[in-house]
């Protein structure tokens, strides 16, 4: 019998049809949310279940459905996943690392630009008929081609950015939770700094860490006003690592100057404020957001899974401690 697995968000259709060539798959391909009272009851009887960022895997859920084998993320990130409960239930959990870095780096140079420019605010005053000459001291951004760029979470899309970033001439501070190699250092010509130095000189602060109990609030009052006024704040990493309310303070204040952010504290709500504000360029959490990517990344969550209910090692395995069985 084939082994029964849980689609709980869209994925492509290719990867879908590959899936159900080796399981019974339960797929939403509707997509409507699945509320955490729907998925236990789907839950039920299945060994695999692909699962979306907004899917949270706890200890309570696994511990309710002892024949689960694998949870397979559609996403790099996994702050979704409680990995070491998953260990001691000996379930394996897997992400999709690697194929996204260039597509969410791109993103984030949209942001930088699109930031520094004040290109949202430009365009709404553009389309409602609002601009009605041209001025010298207008819509007045911030370069950014020779500036110093300030990457926090020195990762594969810390390091996609940072390649980006040569291209426009930039000093590059990296603040990180251990130091790169002498190599990568000089490949990127990046200079590692501790987060305040971070802050203080760096013209972008742009955010590439994981979502962690201890990167929580990572920029928050505090952290904001160590930034240049003219600083540019980017979030393309995960909401809670930047303190909302604290970031709709600054910016209502002219704290910095500007922020683009794609992820949210409680997403898709956003945090009081913030929408009206002109200097910041919001995008609905779409870092990987490509035609591509998106199919890559679901073809990579269908092969962890086939290969984890086939007896071999998914290739993504976030608890390698685990022996596969
Ligand atoms: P990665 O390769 O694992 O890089 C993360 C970097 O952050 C690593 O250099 C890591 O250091 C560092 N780090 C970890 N904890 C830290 C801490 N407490 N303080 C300082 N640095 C710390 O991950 P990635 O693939 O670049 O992805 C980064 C994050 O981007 C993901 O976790 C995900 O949440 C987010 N993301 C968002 C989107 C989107 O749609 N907006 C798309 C893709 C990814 P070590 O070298 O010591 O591990």
């Not at 990995?83 to 239930?89: D, E, G, L, M």
């Not at 000996?90 to 992400?95: D, L, Q």
């Not at 704040?233 to 209502?252: F, H, K, W, Y």
Request: proline share 6%.
């Amino acid at each position: 019998m084939k082994p029964r697995v849980l689609v709980t968000r869209e994925i492509s259709p290719e990867a879908l049809t590959r899936l159900k060539q080796h399981c019974t798959v339960d797929s939403n391909q509707q997509d409507a949310p699945v509320s955490p009272r729907q998925l236990l009851l789907r839950l039920k009887g299945k060994s695999g279940l692909v699962s979306g960022p907004t899917d949270q895997i706890t200890e309570a859920v696994l511990a309710k459905n002892p024949q689960l084998k694998i949870v397979c993320n559609v996403a790099v990130g996994y702050n979704n996943l409680d990995i070491a409960a998953a260990t001691k239930h000996g379930v394996m959990m897997t992400n999709t690392p690697g194929v996204l870095d260039d597509t969410t780096a791109d993103l984030t140079w949209a942001l930088i630009l699109s930031a520094a420019r004040g290109l949202s605010n430009a365009d709404r005053t553009v389309r409602a008929g609002r601009w009605k000459r041209w001025r010298v001291m207008d819509f007045l951004g911030q370069d950014v081609y020779g500036k110093t760029i300030g990457i926090c979470g020195f990762g594969r899309i810390g390091r996609g950015v940072a390649r980006r970033a040569m291209g426009f001439g930039m000093k590059v501070l990296y603040a990180s939770r251990s130091r790169a190699t002498g190599a990568i250092e000089q490949e990127f010509r990046a200079s590692y700094v501790d987060k305040q130095t971070l802050l203080r000189e760096s013209d972008v602060v742009t955010l590439h860490l994981p979502l962690f109990p201890e990167t929580r609030h990572y920029i928050g009052a505090k952290e904001l006003s160590l930034m240049k006024p003219s600083a540019i704040l980017v979030n393309t990493a995960r909401g809670p690592i930047v303190d909302e309310r604290a970031l709709v303070s600054a910016l209502r204040r002219g704290r910095i100057f500007a922020a683009g952010i794609d992820v949210y504290e409680k997403e898709p709500a956003l945090a009081p404020g913030l929408a009206s504000l002109p200097n910041v360029v919001l995008t609905p959490h779409i870092g990987s957001g490509t035609i591509e990517t998106r199919l890559k990344m679901s073809n990579m969550a269908v092969t962890n899974c086939i290969a984890g209910l086939t007896g071999q090692r998914p290739p993504n395995l976030l608890n390698p401690v685990l022996e596969v069985s």
